[in-house]
């Protein structure tokens, strides 16, 4: 009798496979899954087919095609005066995903605790179950998703290895503080805990605030790892393109996991990336109002609905409370009746929980979209109730 027991037993498919699928079978405007419905800037595009004929092909680097990695170092001079060896100090990888689960598998032992703020990103604690890692689930606190510090006083002690931070945030748009880094330096300071730190939404930040990278305090510097995604930044997620960056030490540890998970990444993609980065610095200095215009188009239409917001600060997420229209459905039913009924699909905040608070009437939804459908998913939104 064959018998091939699974290691993440708990495991479904993502919420995000399972949303888009839905959205696609009911044929209904798809808001869940974060990416967007728009074109990649022309000029990128062609720098990929040029990177192609000009037979960029093969292989890579396996720590990445180096004028890339001096874009990188170059975005970390130009916002946080931070300067990185781009030979020891970075890695190029085939997304953020890889990267995190690199980091996780390179530092995590079996028995080292994580500590990951609810509601988290969905790859990090199964990531952690496969290194034989325990995951220590710290929920924010409502409404504003701020961080219980006292709590993570409290869990922090010899067997914790680790602390996930993700801002700005996925799924609510929360961002870090100076004074949440700084609180955070002081809980850790006197431990042997890295801090892996998932900026993938960096340069998504509105309202004049301002990104903190952990690579911006020399106190974390030692101890960090930054992990990035073109993906969000170029309009381009499926071309599965991330970075990831940590002192020399750390790196050396990341990149022998790394070399076994994917070896490189894709070539093209990251020739095209140097290339149009080089001319066309004006796309990540004009990124923030781009999307801060789609947020605000996004939120004049909910303001027109029973739905209730707080504006996100960050990431393309906004996140909506649905308690006036439907409090007798939880947010997984919500989602199926708002797709089955008024065919748009979001995200149940729930999934991104160990424990979900009770009574949580919240929902994602990404607004990385053209003004056309942020206008027809206004209208639809206005409608229910
Ligand atoms: N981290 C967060 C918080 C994300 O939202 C995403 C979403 N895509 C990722 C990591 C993964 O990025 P990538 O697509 O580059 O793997
Ligand atoms: N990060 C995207 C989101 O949060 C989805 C990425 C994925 O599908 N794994 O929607």
Redesign the pocket.
Known sequence: MLSFPSKLPAQGV?I??QM?ALAQRLNALNL????PDFAAPEALLDCLVDATRQGFNQYAAGDGWLPLREQVAQQFVQRDQVQLDITQEITITSGA?IALYCAIQALIHAGDEVIIFDPS???YAPAVELAQGVSVRIPLLAPDFQVDWQRVKDSINSRTRMIIINTPH??SGAIWSRQDWLTLIELIEAHNIVVLSDE?YEHLIYDGQRHYSALSFPELRQRSLVVGSFGKTFHV?GWKTGYCVAAPELMRLFRQVYQFASFCGNTPCQVALSQFMQQHPEHIQQLASFYQQKRNQFNAGLAQSKFMFTPTQGTY?QNVDYSQIRPDLNDVEMCQWLAEQHKVVA?PISVFYAEPPKNLRLLRF?FAKTEQTIAQACEILAQVN
């Open positions: 993502t995000f496979s888009s869940s899954q974060g990416f995903t990103y969905d790859s996925n799924p993938v997620t997420f995200i990404c």
